[in-house]
Every structure is written in C-alpha cells, then in structure tokens.
C-alpha cells in the first residue's frame, strides 16, 4: 500500500509558476506509474500528466503539454509537477495517483490505485 501527500498549491496570477510536490508517506514509488490529475467544480477528473518511476516516456495530456513537466526526485521518495505559463483554466484541485497500469491506459483514472487527498491550485489577477 501507498499513502500519498500532496502539497504545493496555492494562488497564482496567469502566466505564473508552481511547483507541486507528491511524497510516499507509506510505502515507495518504485514499482509504480505516478500521474497526476486534476478536477474543477462541476466537472470530472481529468489526467495531466504520468511517468513511470524511472522517468522515462512521460505522457502529458495537450492542454498542459510543454507547460508542465514530471520532475522526480527519488532521494525524497517525491515526484514534482512543474506548472509554468499558467491559465486560468488550470484552476483545480490536483491529484497524485499511481497505477501499474500500461502506458495506453495511463490516463484513465479507474486505472489508479491510491490517490491524494489533493492541493488546490487557483489561477487569478
């Protein structure tokens, strides 16, 4: 089993930075496919972004690509979502996930294991 912590969200102005933080309380990322997800009042949860532990072949849905990007930090046992040139329509509350599942599935979100509590993000002037 795995429990995970998010952190790292808050209020940005369009165009601004943050940088998100999932930390394995209990349990390791090792064996696992780590995404991230996020969902706005009103709407269902939807996939940003997904790697595998080892860092390779991540996958980003459109809407963020070249935006955001998966740093992973295995010496903390964390993997961060760096969230540049940010929108307002980035405004949501963000999840961390981990899957074994195969990377055409990785944005699925009944594929998924554990999951965050989550961290709010609000993109405003």
């Known amino acids: 089993q795995v429990q995970l912590v998010e952190s790292g969200g808050g209020l940005v102005q369009p165009g601004g930075s943050l940088r998100l933080s999932c930390a394995a309380s209990e349990g390791s990322f090792s064996t696992y496919t780590v995404g991230w997800f996020r969902q706005s009042p009103g709407k269902e949860r939807e996939f940003v972004a997904a790697t595998r532990w080892s860092g390779s072949y991540p996958l980003y849905a459109d809407s963020v690509k070249g935006r955001f990007s998966i740093v992973i930090d295995k010496a903390k046992n964390a993997v961060f979502l760096q969230m540049n040139s940010l929108k307002t329509e980035d405004t949501a509350v963000y999840y961390c996930?981990?899957?074994?599942?195969?990377?055409?599935?990785?944005?699925?979100?009944?594929?998924?294991?554990?999951w965050g509590q989550g961290t709010q993000v609000t993109v405003s002037s």
């Open positions: 996930a981990v899957t074994r599942t195969v990377r055409s599935s990785w944005s699925e979100v009944g594929r998924y294991y554990y």
